[in-house]
């Protein structure tokens, strides 16, 4: 009987243990991707611009069926810009990630618990820290999208206004 409690006792561990690293590891991957996702929007911001400096440069009359679009073109080009860059700096704010626990508070918390309770109470709390940081991945992720459709927008209207100016 002693054997079958020893046993139960190190599959309980071995699980708690199992579902601490998939946390670890998981908060690890996310933090990383939001680092890169926070890497791509910074050069997005600056790519818009330097964009938006080269709109400057497009001519200011350019007539389709007598119809002036240099200016249309322009003030598109520009506010498809001016919202990347807008968007990029919403997409880089800090967010909160939700609260952790000091060492000091899981010191006072832990103390006189086992192993398997603290790293069951760490993984839970860390747990919340996960879907926070997944949240906060999405949000990136739809801003980096939103800036790359605004970018590709303002991209064609400055192909169409070179191409339309050239005649």
């Not at 800036?147 to 192909?159: C, D, V």
Request: with cysteine; glycine share 4%; proline share 1%.
């Amino acid at each position: 009987m002693g054997d079958k409690v020893k046993l139960m006792i190190s599959d309980e561990q071995q699980s708690i243990e199992l579902i601490y690293q998939y946390i670890e590891n998981s908060l690890q991957a996310t933090s990383s991707s939001i680092a890169r996702l926070e890497t791509r929007i910074t050069t997005l911001f600056g790519f818009s611009g330097l964009l938006l400096r080269f709109t400057i440069d497009l001519p200011q009359s350019v007539f389709i069926c007598d119809w002036d679009a240099g200016a249309a073109f322009k003030v598109s080009i520009s506010i498809s810009l001016a919202l990347a860059i807008a968007i990029s700096v919403f997409g880089l704010f800090p967010k909160s990630t939700g609260d952790a626990y000091t060492a000091g508070e899981l010191l006072d918390e832990l103390k006189h618990h086992n192993q398997n309770y603290s790293m069951e109470y760490i993984a839970i709390s860390r747990d919340g820290t996960l879907e926070n940081l997944d949240e906060l991945r999405l949000h990136k992720v739809t801003c980096l999208k939103l800036i790359t459709f605004l970018i590709l927008l303002a991209t064609l209207l400055f192909a169409l206004d070179v191409s339309f100016s050239a005649f």
